[in-house]
C-alpha cells in the first residue's frame, strides 16, 4: 500500500511540473549557439582560414566604410608570419591575399604607376574610409584610412594605405573564395600574448 501511494505521488508531482512548464510558454530555454557555419564575410576572431597548404588563425578584422559600401581585412597569423585576407562585394565577390612589404618607399601622394619587382601596378581605385576595429589589428589605430588600391599583371594587386602619416604598402594577389577553407575557431586570439 505504501508503495502504491508513493508511486502516486510521484505521478501526481510530474504531471504538476508538465503543466506549470506549459502554463509558462513551454520547455526550459536553452541558449542560442553561435552559427558554425563560416564564409568570407563572417569570419570571426580565432577563426582558421586555411590557405596555401597552411592554417592561418583570424586575430583581428578591419571594417572599412566609404559612402555607405563597406568591406572587411582580416589579420590572419600562422606563427610569426602575417597576412591580410581582404574581402569585397561589388556585384562579385573580390578577396585578395596580401603581405606587408618594407622595401618600397612611398611618399606623398602615390603616384598612378608603380614599379615594384620587375612588376608594374595600374592604380584602379582610391578614397578615404572610416575603420572599425576588432582584435590585433597592428599599428592601425586611426579614425579613418585614405587608400590606394592597384592592379598589377595576371591577379597581382597591391594596396597603399595612409593611416595618419604612416604609410602600409601590401602586395598579393587575387584569389577565388573558393581556394579557402573556413573553419570555426575558439573565439579568443591565439598569438596575442607572443
Given at each position: 500500500m505504501l508503495v502504491f501511494l508513493g508511486f502516486t505521488i510521484l505521478v501526481l508531482i510530474a504531471g504538476f511540473i508538465v503543466l506549470q512548464q506549459r502554463q509558462l510558454g513551454g520547455s526550459i530555454p536553452t541558449p542560442e549557439l553561435p552559427s558554425l557555419h563560416r564564409n568570407v564575410f563572417s569570419l570571426?576572431?580565432?577563426?582558421?582560414?586555411?590557405?596555401?597548404?597552411?592554417?592561418?588563425?583570424?586575430?583581428?578584422?578591419?571594417?572599412?566604410?566609404?559612402?555607405g559600401f563597406s568591406w572587411f581585412e582580416y589579420l590572419v597569423q600562422d606563427g610569426d608570419d602575417i597576412r591580410w585576407l581582404s574581402v569585397s562585394e561589388d556585384d562579385t565577390v573580390d578577396v585578395s591575399w596580401l603581405q606587408t612589404v618594407t622595401d618600397l618607399e612611398i611618399s606623398g601622394t602615390p603616384p598612378k604607376t608603380i614599379d615594384y619587382n620587375g612588376v608594374t601596378y595600374t592604380q584602379e581605385d582610391n578614397g578615404v574610409a572610416s575603420m572599425k576595429r576588432i582584435g590585433t589589428v597592428q599599428h592601425k589605430r586611426a579614425e579613418s584610412c585614405r587608400y590606394y588600391?592597384?592592379?598589377?599583371?595576371?591577379?597581382?594587386?597591391?594596396?597603399?594605405?595612409?593611416?595618419?602619416?604612416?604609410?602600409?604598402?601590401?602586395?598579393?594577389?587575387?584569389?577565388?573564395?573558393?581556394?579557402?577553407?573556413l573553419l570555426p575557431g575558439s573565439g579568443e586570439t591565439v598569438y596575442r600574448d607572443r
Open positions: 570571426q576572431i580565432g577563426d582558421i582560414v586555411q590557405y596555401d597548404l597552411r592554417d592561418w588563425i583570424v586575430e583581428g578584422k578591419l571594417i572599412y566604410t566609404e559612402a588600391d592597384y592592379e598589377g599583371p595576371g591577379r597581382l594587386v597591391m594596396s597603399i594605405e595612409n593611416w595618419d602619416g604612416d604609410i602600409e604598402v601590401s602586395i598579393g594577389q587575387s584569389i577565388r573564395p573558393s581556394e579557402l577553407t
